[in-house]
């Protein structure tokens, strides 16, 4: 008997589950959920201790921007256009034509060099229709100086229009234009590209080519007395920002054949003086940016009759409006203020055209760092947080709600002494930032991690 008993006894403690020699019983149980509780307990420490050394440094999976490629070093190009993305390359304008490279890995595909020394005067570009338009004057000697032949009374002026395709380089089309500019507030309104249409500002009026082609569709004079101080382009119309007599104007005409639609006042309330600078926001709604001389300073929105609707202060409870990016009939504006803790804070605002109400706020600053580009496109506001000890980020929003969506920090610092940033543009899973200044590379790509 005690044999058996010892037996039965020594074959109880040896027994154990089926599943993998975990004991039985409520002891058993007890131990190993102790054992997951304590591992659980031993990954989260480890993930919290990752995410506080890893979550602002651009090494964090799904929430970090690394660095694809940067254009080389041109300080041509500092000051130039772009870029600008069509399909899957990026186009960047140079004081003497465009260079395309490839989206993905940088490689230069091709290279346009505007003839005979000519320099960029402005750059229309429907990357929708791959398609850039050069506006561009002769460089160097005017033709026939000290060669015994008559003198080129045009060789100094933007004269030359030319049509290049984004996805080779290749030159399309070109065209004349007069030359003077007499009439015109600013060099950069010379020309607009958009929805396979191009408007050329030339001579008093409105020249509107077929971008494919360059037939020309139709020409239309700008009212007596008034210069052009900005141009704007939408499916539904062309909209031309007026300085008239001693008052800045609004004019829109219609994309298919240039008939005048209507002219008002820019602020007929209030007016805003003819040499205020005016920048065309939105042709659709219409909004127009403009900045007096030690003056006024607002955008001002308009239904498509041109009735006044809104006007947007650049100076409000928000903050003083530093930059402004127009899309889906609302403004979005980066504002600084002044935090509770000293320094310039900045923040992000959004307003309806239609009344100028605003509808959500969110900030982006926090007194040690600033925000330079701004972007609003397809329902959703980008921009970049610059900081010299935290590192960058990058911030997505909602364009209706305010919504955070993105939360991105760079890898590298994106900018650096002398070369502040100017322009974003986001396209699929890449950023591209472009710099101002000479010290480093005009722009760079920069890809979700």
């Not at 595909?109 to 505007?114: A, K, Q």
């Not at 020309?191 to 082609?213: H, K, Q, S």
């Not at 298919?256 to 040499?275: E, N, Q, S």
């Not at 040690?368 to 397809?378: T, Y």
Request: glycine share 16%; charged share 25%.
């Amino acid at each position: 008997m005690t044999g058996r008993t010892a037996g039965r006894t020594a074959g109880t403690a040896g027994r154990t589950d089926d599943d993998g020699g975990r004991p039985a019983g409520p002891a058993g149980w007890r131990a190993w959920l102790g054992c997951l509780t304590a591992l659980g307990v031993l990954l989260a420490m480890v993930y919290g201790l990752a995410w506080v050394f890893l979550s602002n440094s651009g090494y964090w999976p799904g929430s970090s921007m690394t660095t694809s490629w940067e254009a080389p070093r041109d300080r041509e190009a500092s000051d130039a256009d772009g870029p600008w993305v069509a399909g899957d390359t990026v186009v960047r304008g140079r004081f003497d034509g465009l260079v395309g490279y490839e989206l993905a890995s940088g490689k230069r595909r091709w290279e346009y060099v505007l003839p005979g020394r000519a320099e960029t005067c402005a750059t229309g570009v429907d990357p929708g229709a791959g398609i850039a338009l050069l506006v561009h004057r002769r460089g160097g000697p005017a033709k026939g100086q000290g060669q015994g032949q008559d003198t080129d009374a045009q060789a100094a002026g933007c004269v030359t229009v030319t049509a290049v395709r984004l996805a080779d380089g290749r030159e399309l089309w070109h065209t004349t234009r007069s030359g003077s500019e007499a009439r015109l507030a600013h060099g950069e309104d010379l020309v607009r590209a958009g929805d396979g249409l191009g408007v050329l500002f030339d001579d008093g009026r409105l020249r509107a080519l077929d971008l494919r082609t360059g037939a020309q569709r139709w020409t239309a004079a700008l009212p007596k007395g008034c210069v052009l101080g900005g141009l704007g382009l939408a499916p539904k119309r062309v909209l031309a920002a007026l300085g008239c007599g001693a008052e800045a104007e609004l004019a829109a005409y219609d994309p298919a054949d240039g008939t005048a639609r209507w002219k008002v006042p820019l602020d007929a309330r209030r007016g805003v003086a003819a040499d205020a600078t005016l920048v065309v926001l939105s042709a659709d709604p219409p909004a127009v940016w403009f900045g007096e001389s030690g003056g006024e300073r607002a955008v001002l929105g308009f239904g498509p009759d041109g009735r006044p609707r809104s006007r947007i202060d650049a100076v409000g409870d928000y903050g003083s409006i530093t930059q402004t990016a127009a899309e889906g009939g609302r403004l979005f504006a980066v504002a600084s203020y002044e935090g509770g803790q000293g320094g310039s804070w900045e923040r992000l605002v959004a307003f309806d055209l239609a009344s100028g109400d605003e509808l959500w706020r969110e900030d982006v600053g926090n007194g040690l760092s600033r925000v330079d580009v701004l972007e609003a496109r397809d329902g959703r506001v980008t921009t970049v947080r610059t900081n010299a000890k935290e590192g960058d980020t990058l911030y997505s929003f909602d364009a209706a709600t305010g919504d955070e969506e993105e939360d991105r920090s760079f890898r590298d610092h994106v900018v650096g002494y002398g070369d502040p940033l100017r322009g974003l543009v986001t396209h699929g899973d890449w950023a591209l930032l472009t710099r101002d200044g000479g010290e480093r590379r005009p722009f760079s790509v920069y890809e979700r991690w």
